[in-house]
């Protein structure tokens, strides 16, 4: 487990782009929808969400391309190597993708979103809950 003291670090697979968070990650999910597995290149999304003010551009500010991926959403990745990093809400990181984040993210999956479109390759391990969707409102 991570030291929460600590800042959490992360990058992209080239090395340009690179970041920091200086608190927890939180609510840490998995969405298996089509959009996920195209937007990350994979069985779904990987993804912890931030809190505000934490996150920080170190390196590679200029590497960083953004797409839309609906109104007031979007996902940031390198412009060199393709890696996505990060969801966005308008200008502020939301976000981001676990697997390029350094070493241990202080999280674990606690829910898998849409599962009801997975892809049929795709094997969902571990204990967390499934939802064929949204999870129900609390």
Request: hydrophobic share 35%; charged share 15%.
């Amino acid at each position: 487990m991570t030291d929460p003291a600590q800042p959490l670090t992360g990058g992209c697979f080239c090395g340009l782009v690179r970041y920091r968070i200086d608190a927890p990650l939180r609510a840490a999910r998995s969405c298996h929808c089509s959009r996920c597995r195209k937007a990350f290149s994979g069985a779904g999304s990987a993804y912890a969400e931030v809190e505000p003010g934490a996150f920080a551009w170190e390196s590679g500010q200029d590497q960083l391309r953004h797409y839309s991926t609906m109104p007031g959403w979007g996902l940031c990745f390198c412009g060199n190597c393709g890696t996505t990093l990060c969801g966005m809400q308008g200008e502020q990181v939301h976000g981001v993708t676990l697997g390029p984040v350094d070493g241990d993210p202080g999280v674990a999956i606690a829910m898998h979103l849409f599962v009801g479109s997975k892809a049929s390759w795709d094997h969902i391990g571990g204990d967390a809950p499934q939802f064929a969707e949204f999870p129900p409102a609390a």
